[in-house]
């Protein structure tokens, strides 16, 4: 377990997210497991701890605890799984956005660059739509649009014609096929970056991440308590942007909302109203956390 995920900035989303040692919390990203195990050690024996995760590799980091429940599923159905379990309100929620150093690591997951592995980067290894789909199936204007929102890169539209244009012979069906389809638009001062981000785009839509975690937000605000913590650990502006401004105003565009008496009508507010980021020493520690922005809001 230590080597599957280094949880970023641990303490600090555990102290703001369990309140009460006796409530039920969920952690909707269990991944190695570090996060959950930090909650289980502030909670009482009536405490609850629900973790989401759906990849089947997580299992082998369950902690043997009869306060523990690991659910083998998407937390975008994170209201529908806690009504099964009758554990609707919840005190508190944590998710720890992004894939895991795990996935990161293993080649034949296809999640980086850095490795040649097949071009798979689903996290539910049951899915239908892998990164291999994508490349070699998606039209050229799809892969486009994949870019660009995903990715926000400015030359997606090249990026796409020059992947059509690779796959024309035998496909591209690896991660060393496809930094080899890129090689001309990669920048030569900046590649880790460039490829990041290509990669990022890919991963985003063959796991539909923001879609899951726009229905996550929007099903936190009827699970949690009056009182109760959302705690959000995100790694890219996409997520962030989504975050920030579903918990400053209730709405994924930001939009200030009021009723007839000019109140802001909001299921959150944040506190503080800043993201709370890792110190030096964590970043110096664990390098991918160096990205990380947590935010915290309580329930109205």
Same mark, same amino acid.
């Given at each position: 377990m230590s080597n599957y995920h280094h949880a970023v900035l641990l303490n600090p989303s555990v102290d703001a997210l369990v309140k009460d040692p006796s409530g039920i919390y969920v952690d909707a990203t269990f991944g190695g497991g570090g996060h959950s195990r930090a909650i289980l050690e502030r909670l009482n024996d009536k405490g609850r701890l629900i973790s989401f995760d759906r990849d089947s590799d997580a299992s082998q980091n369950v902690p043997d605890d009869k306060r523990f429940l690991l659910v083998h599923h998407n937390?975008? *159905? !994170?209201?529908?799984?806690?009504? +099964?379990y009758r554990a609707i309100p919840v005190q508190g929620i944590l998710a720890d956005l992004g894939i895991s150093s795990h996935q990161i690591d293993e080649a034949e997951r296809g999640f980086s660059h850095r490795f040649d592995g097949p071009l798979d980067m #689903?996290? %539910? #290894? %049951?899915?239908k739509l892998s990164a291999d789909t994508v490349i070699n199936a998606y039209t050229e204007e799809q892969l486009g649009n994949v870019f660009y929102l995903y990715g926000e890169l400015k030359n997606a539209r090249k990026i796409a014609s020059v992947i059509v244009q690779a796959r024309s012979g035998k496909g591209i069906h690896t991660t060393e096929d496809l930094k080899r389809a890129l090689f001309e638009l990669t920048p030569k001062h900046t590649p880790a970056k460039f490829l990041s981000q290509v990669y990022q785009a890919i991963r985003l839509e063959v796991n539909? @991440?923001?879609r899951a975690l @726009?229905?996550?937000l929007m099903q936190s605000a009827e699970v949690?308590?009056?009182?109760? #913590?959302?705690?959000i !650990?995100? +790694?890219h502006s996409l997520e962030d942007r989504m975050?920030?401004? *579903?918990?400053q105003t209730g709405n994924f565009q930001g939009k200030r909302e009021t009723d007839l $008496?000019?109140?802001? @009508? #909001?299921? $959150?507010?944040? @506190?503080?109203?800043?993201?709370i980021v890792p110190d030096e020493k964590e970043i110096q520690d664990n390098k991918r956390a160096r990205s990380a922005k947590m935010r915290i809001a309580i329930k109205n």
């Open positions: 937390f975008s *159905f !994170i209201k529908q799984f806690l009504t +099964y #689903r996290m %539910d #290894r %049951d899915a539909g @991440e923001l @726009e229905k996550m949690l308590s009056t009182g109760g #913590r959302l705690v !650990i995100s +790694y975050v920030k401004n *579903f918990m $008496f000019g109140k802001m @009508e #909001r299921p $959150f507010h944040p @506190e503080p109203t800043k993201a």
